[in-house]
């Protein structure tokens, strides 16, 4: 119970701060302008990220090519980087004035049709990074879809590609919007790649308010469409999730039939599949490093960042996922609890924070001594908390449902109370997901930045927040460095995580 | 063997929503005997089962062990402070503990020495020595089994209780279990209530037999006496196969359509219970007609119908010939009941 009013105390926040009046800094027809421009970049990531997604998860399931077994989890390795570091790669990359396009038009004699500071260019970024959303959604719709509907469309005379798109593809379509639903939210939620590309949304109106105008109110009157979007989009996803029921319990678990794709077609998908992968990790990865080797990082200051990073992020899974299981063991008899801590998910970290500031402001007043410092960690890891307890939550459900009630009533008439039941028998038996729980949030903080901004000590960087401040002083060789040490820090944690998904269905191998 | 009871059942009495489970059920186990709750599914002897153990509070009645309330009225002891061992039907095993450490799980409390022998014991005892080390996964069926019984005894509980024990093993392997599980038993101080629906296994292992329907207890008593003299014919059904022919009692005598026999009920309409060793072929007695006879092994079953009731009966040896043929009753195996 606390755990879902922790969750839900920054939502009021928002309400209550939107509301309290002292605004007019803003004019509504710039909030109208910038829920337009997120709604659009909404759109067209929406769009980008289900067709690549789906083709991806469609390709490695349902076909046997070079590389195959390798991409079925690789696709999912851009989720390690910050969408914001690939904005730096790309916005320089292929700046007008950048080095490619000079050499593009001096030497080739055409340029691309393509200007990376627009909302194209954000959706182009936002697409590469959150693909791996859609993907893995699609991938596992795929794997679980009924070998039955399939033979059954084939005997009903359609070939296999028609079967394929007549009764595999309708079958996924809920998988299909929770994936492009999740990507939405975090398109959203993103402040990093879409500040850098100076493309306004409501994110950067919310951090923008903030930090320019000081006004907690106005950020959060940009703050509430977020928040009813949000609410929405979690709405679709968890209205798919639902759908996938009925896919789930088929009778046995049978091989797909799988075509084997040779000479043109193979080298089509392989392309296809590294194409993803180089735009989503491989090329910014290498943009950033050939840059940043031209300057010499101050390394003080990123490994005192990367401590910082590593510091909350631990810590934040640690907390995140102990109350998710708090609130996991409790949900049996608090079914809304959970389903108001699963909107923290699709708030965006700014909306978070500013929502937080409220109460926050209050807590500096009743406790007695408590240093600015402490107080702002606490309301960081809060926050991170409150945004990230739904993500954890899942799997945290998934493993307890692995212990049967009568295991539970077992060791309670062998004379164990409910705390020691819970202690010696649900999280032994969960351990594995409680570890995919934390990693999962420490990704995910690790690759925070608005909330961070907004929430952290003076003077406390992470390597976000460095990378951030780089990147606004155009000192992008310098962004490099801290970008990349976050993607370093948080690939054997995505690579693990993505290898387990893959062990863990069958015929994945 | 004393036979004052350990554990009391006092009109307990359970509802869900609109359905009632336990309707006013009263039952008493004794230390050192093996009770067996006998039923169709859905009777509410599971649940009976589990207001027992404290896992669900009674709405209705009392639940007392050695004289301390359980579960009544006034309140409600949690699971873990019972003196009660409760194996599952799925056994419920911890899949993270092998054998030693799921026996050992409920006397954590114990010195290591003491704990470490006590295991070794019960292995012992249930025949899983060499499977001390195993996982619960790589188990059979039947060393699943035990090692709950062995789980839930190593407390030394006062009261074991057993959900459908058996059901989940089937054939030779079922019979040689519950031998063995038996022998386990039969060190046990403990009062044992075995929930079943089968009635042979039932009147096999207890000592006492209870047999429910509809969530009541429709007869209490040694497996004799509710097989040969049973209440109703409802009870004698959950017993074993019966016929039922009408009757007509007449100055201390039931006349029936397979012959007349005395009967100690009032003139009247009568209702006559035949199990089918109750009913034989014989030389001379009351004419039937044999309408079916099928080998079941060692013996024959065989339908006799006369004046339209009809029933079944065993005969030993090869099946008669379909036709006329002559019964005779064994007053001592059939019961009366008034009524039509």
């Known amino acids: 119970m606390l755990a879902a009013i922790a969750a839900a105390l920054p939502l009021a926040g928002i309400v209550a701060a939107a509301f309290s009046g002292a605004t007019a800094d803003i004019a509504a027809a710039d909030v109208g302008r910038y829920a337009l421009t997120s709604a659009g970049l909404a759109l067209l990531v929406g769009v980008i990220t289900a067709i690549a997604g789906t083709l991806a998860a469609w390709l490695v399931v349902m076909h046997r090519f070079p590389g195959r077994d390798i991409f079925a989890w690789a696709l999912a390795l851009p989720l390690a980087a910050p969408a914001f570091a690939l904005a730096y790669a790309y916005g320089d990359l292929f700046d007008v004035a950048g080095g490619l396009r000079i050499w593009m038009r001096g030497t080739l004699g055409f340029d691309m049709p393509f200007e990376m500071r627009t909302i194209s260019g954000a959706a182009f970024v936002l697409s590469c990074a959150f693909y791996p959303y859609v993907y893995l959604a699609m991938r596992a719709a795929f794997l679980n879809q009924s070998v039955t509907a399939l033979e059954a469309a084939r005997t009903l005379g359609c070939s296999q590609r028609r079967a394929f798109l007549r009764a595999a593809l309708p079958l996924a379509r809920p998988a299909l919007a929770a994936g492009a639903a999740l990507a939405i939210m975090e398109t959203l939620a993103d402040y990093g790649a879409v500040q850098f590309l100076s493309v306004q949304t409501l994110t950067t109106g919310v951090v923008r308010a903030w930090s320019v105008y000081g006004s907690t109110a106005s950020a959060a009157q940009f703050a509430l469409p977020l928040l009813g979007a949000a609410a929405l989009l979690l709405w679709i996803e968890r209205a798919g999730r639902r759908g996938r029921g009925y896919e789930a319990n088929r009778a046995r678990w049978r091989e797909l039939p799988v075509t084997r794709l040779t000479g043109v077609k193979a080298v089509l998908a392989v392309t296809f599949c590294l194409l993803l992968l180089t735009l989503g990790l491989l090329l910014p990865c290498f943009w950033l490093a050939w840059n940043g080797l031209n300057v010499s990082p101050d390394w003080v200051r990123l490994f005192d960042a990367a401590e910082h990073s590593l510091i909350l992020s631990v810590a934040g899974a640690a907390i995140t996922v102990a109350l998710a299981t708090a609130l996991a063991l409790g949900a049996a008899k608090l079914p809304l609890a959970a389903r108001v801590a699963s909107l923290g998910y699709a708030t965006p970290g700014a909306v978070m924070a500013i929502g937080l500031l409220a109460p926050a402001a209050l807590i500096w007043r009743i406790v007695p001594g408590a240093t600015g410092f402490a107080v702002a960690i606490g309301l960081l890891l809060y926050a991170y908390a409150a945004r990230l307890m739904a993500a954890a939550l899942e799997p945290v459900d998934a493993g307890l449902a692995k212990v049967t009630p009568n295991m539970i009533w077992a060791s309670r008439s062998l004379g164990r109370g409910p705390v020691s039941t819970a202690w010696h028998v649900q999280l032994p038996i969960a351990r594995g997901a409680l570890l995919t729980a934390g990693l999962l949030v420490f990704i995910d903080i690790l690759k925070e930045l608005p909330a961070t901004l907004i929430l952290r000590p003076f003077n406390f960087d992470t390597l976000a927040v460095i990378a951030s401040n780089y990147a606004l002083d155009e000192r992008l060789e310098q962004a490099g460095w801290p970008s990349l040490l976050i993607i370093a820090l948080a690939l054997p944690a995505v690579i693990w995580l993505t290898r387990k998904i893959a062990r863990s269905r069958p015929g994945a191998a | ?340």
Not at chain 2, 71 to 94: C, M, N, W, Y
């Open chain 2, 1 to 340: 063997m004393s036979d004052a009871p350990i554990l009391t059942i006092a009109h307990a009495g359970k509802s869900y929503s609109r359905h009632v489970a336990l309707d006013d059920v009263s039952l008493a186990l004794a230390p050192g005997r093996i009770t067996c709750l006998l039923g169709p599914s859905g009777c509410g002897k599971s649940t009976l089962l589990r207001l027992i153990a404290g896992l669900e509070p009674a709405d209705a009645g009392e639940i007392a062990m050695a004289g301390a309330l359980l579960s009544s009225a006034a309140g409600h002891v949690p699971p873990e402070q019972r003196d009660i061992g409760l194996v599952f039907q799925d056994f419920a095993l911890f899949p993270h503990l092998d054998v030693t450490a799921n026996v050992g799980f409920g006397i954590a409390h114990l010195a290591r020495a003491e704990r470490a022998e006590r295991v070794a014991a019960l292995l012992e005892r249930f025949r899983l020595s060499h499977r001390a080390k195993a996982w619960p996964h790589t188990l059979s069926g039947g060393e699943q089994q035990r090692v709950a019984i062995a789980r839930a005894l190593a407390r030394d509980p006062a009261v074991l209780l057993l959900d459908e024990p058996f059901s989940g093993l089937d054939g030779d392997l079922r019979a040689e279990v519950r031998r063995q599980v038996l022998d386990g038993l039969a060190e046990t101080r403990a009062a044992v209530l075995i929930v079943t629906h089968d009635p042979e296994e039932a009147m096999l292992m207890a000592d006492a037999l209870a047999l429910m329907r509809d969530g009541r207890v429709l007869q209490a008593g040694t497996p004799a006496e509710c097989y040969a003299r049973p209440v109703s014919i409802e009870a004698a059904r959950l017993l074993g196969q019966v016929s039922v022919v009408p009757a007509v009692v007449r100055g201390g005598v039931a006349e029936t359509p397979f012959g007349s026999l005395p009967a100690d009920l009032p003139d009247g309409a009568a209702r006559l219970m035949l199990r089918p060793e109750a009913l034989a072929l014989a030389e001379a007695g009351a004419p039937v007609t044999v309408t079916a006879a099928r080998l079941g092994g060692g013996f024959s079953e065989i339908i006799v119908e006369a004046e339209g009731a009809t029933a079944s009966l065993r005969h030993a040896g090869g099946a008669p010939p379909i036709g006329r043929g002559f019964v005779r009753i064994d007053p001592a195996r059939a019961r009366l009941f008034a009524g039509s």
